[in-house]
């Protein structure tokens, strides 16, 4: 009987899964591709270019002229530059505890009460709310003379408050304004978080007799760690970029509410000095990216305790 032939191999066969691999490639750039354009164009080559023309004297009106770090040494000795910068790290404290305090309420409320969906509707509409129209509004509502908050006050007693006039409640107020306005979609951002947690671990603590408080600090808080990183992360990038709200209140912003994206406006629009304005540009975005990065090493924001 002759021997069976050994079965013929086609050539080229074994290296099918690398030629799935880099055809799955292109796809995935032809899909991200819009993205990456769009990301190069607007973020990536203002950023280079406002590096460079931080190094210059530049007013548009004439050519940029190269100046190494004269920009930088300005802002050292500059102290409206170092109000602006403590004003809007007050600004921010304020603003992101309030926010995500009120946030991870109303998110552990909505996981332990209800999930309606004309709530979550009703929690995201503050912040479709154009940001220019919240500010006209808290504006008129906080008047000492008209506003509807003042009358409430008087009615039960209290003092009528300046708000936006008064220096100590100036910044804090821009701060609350903001919380009001973003709270609601940074609680179904940690909501959405929330659904992620296996709910047979809220049934064995339960079980067990442990209370709304020990589930909070022992259950939801730890294994939401990496989305609470992230939309903390976030949000305080965001509001570092505080503008229109004092834009719209003020012609000319009182100090204690002179953010740093006001003055670095004023400095480009106002005075004309654009490589001024690009070098406290590149000195927010180092402490941004240095505080983000630091944030999110500390909450260990890329490793869950779900693995």
């Known amino acids: 009987m002759a021997p069976t032939s050994a079965p013929a191999i086609r050539p080229g066969r074994k290296h099918q899964p690398s030629s799935r691999r880099r055809d799955s490639g292109r796809v995935a750039l032809l899909f991200i591709l819009p993205s990456l354009v769009g990301f190069v164009v607007f973020y990536v080559t203002p950023l280079v270019r406002g590096m460079y023309q931080s190094l210059t004297q530049y007013n548009i009106l004439q050519p940029p002229r190269f100046t190494g770090l004269a920009n930088y040494t300005a802002l050292a ?91 100590h409640e100036a910044i804090a107020t821009v701060a609350l304004v903001n919380t009001w306005r ?19 671990l809220y049934e064995a603590a339960a079980i067990d007799g442990a209370g709304e408080w020990r589930i909070f600090r022992s259950i939801t808080l ?45 400095a480009a629009f106002g005075e004309l000095r654009m490589g001024y304005a690009s070098a406290m540009a590149v000195v927010l975005f180092v402490i941004l990216a240095a505080f983000t990065f630091a944030q999110l090493k500390l909450l260990r924001a890329s490793r869950s305790d779900l693995a």
């Open 222 to 266: 730890p294994l939401l760690r990496p989305i609470l990183a992230l939309v903390l992360a976030v949000s305080v990038i965001g509001s570092f970029q505080i503008y229109d709200t004092v834009s719209v209140v003020y012609q000319t912003p009182l100090p204690q509410a002179y953010v740093l994206y006001y003055y670095i406006y004023n």
């Open 77 to 167: 000795h500059d102290s409206v530059f170092w109000n602006a910068l403590k004003v809007t790290a007050e600004y921010v404290a304020i603003n992101i505890s309030t926010q995500m305090i009120g946030a991870l309420g109303i998110a552990v409320l909505m996981e332990r009460l209800t999930r309606s969906i004309f709530i979550r509707c009703a929690l995201v509409f503050p912040w479709l709310v154009p940001n220019v129209a919240v500010a006209t509004i808290s504006l008129f509502m906080l008047d000492r003379t008209v506003g509807v908050v003042n009358h409430l006050l008087t009615a039960v007693h209290l003092p009528a408050q300046y708000f936006y006039q008064s220096p």
């Open 182 to 200: 973003n709270v609601g979609y940074t609680a179904l951002l940690l909501f959405a978080g929330m659904q992620l947690i296996p709910k047979h």
